[in-house]
């Protein structure tokens, strides 16, 4: 092997982190997942210009014959990329659900973390290695997570009088839980209403 082709391959294997690939977890799965380099929706084929490894499969996929690195590689179990373009993403997501991956995991910066994320979760698969924020969620057109704060406050009151049988205990503690919760109010414009939290 060449020094060339062979610095050319440690580049290739080294030169990102920004991956995604199969869960390993396949609870639930019903259908085979491929993790068979080249294979690809005729979309995604027919959207880039392509070089192909030494066996013929597709490998690394351009955006034009200008751009000196590829948009995204395909290394079989996993797809990869040096940049976390949008639609980038959202075309190495096709090729993941075309493979029958719903469970994904994704690795690198938090940038490519996140769109991945939002572009996984509008696309019904599941994605770990990345914690949402609520503003996340809503870009991915998922409901809240949690549950409304005064809900929180009625369940956080019902366990303070389950487990302390002091009342004067209970009512500096609520007191403390309700101006944490109006602090709260205040900075997210929510209306405040200590008194129903102190009820029942």
Not at 113 to 129: C, S
Not at 141 to 149: E, H, I, N, Q, W
Not at 180 to 188: E, I, L, Q, W
């Amino acid at each position: 092997m060449t020094q060339l082709a062979a610095s050319h391959l440690n580049q290739e294997t080294t030169a990102s982190a920004n991956q995604i690939t199969p869960d390993r977890a396949r609870r639930g799965e019903t259908k085979p997942r491929s993790t068979a380099k080249g294979d690809l929706p005729q979309a995604v084929l027919d959207r880039y210009l392509i070089e192909r490894d030494l066996r013929g499969r597709p490998e690394r996929f351009y955006r034009d014959h200008r751009t000196p690195d590829p948009a995204f590689r395909d290394q079989g179990r996993r797809l990869t990329t040096d940049r976390p373009y949008p639609d980038t993403i959202a075309d190495m997501l096709k090729v993941a659900q075309h493979r029958g991956w719903t469970r994904l995991k994704v690795d690198g910066d938090d940038t490519f973390r996140r769109e991945v994320w939002i572009h996984a979760r509008a696309m019904g698969l599941e994605v770990k290695g990345y914690r949402p924020r609520q503003r996340d969620r809503q870009a991915a057109g998922l409901p809240a997570s949690r549950l409304p704060l005064e809900e929180r406050l009625r369940m956080a009151s019902a366990v303070v009088r389950s487990l302390i049988p002091d009342p004067e205990a209970q009512r500096r503690l609520l007191d403390h839980v309700a101006a944490s919760a109006d602090r709260f109010r205040g900075r997210t414009g929510e209306r405040t209403s200590r008194d129903r939290f102190h009820q029942r």
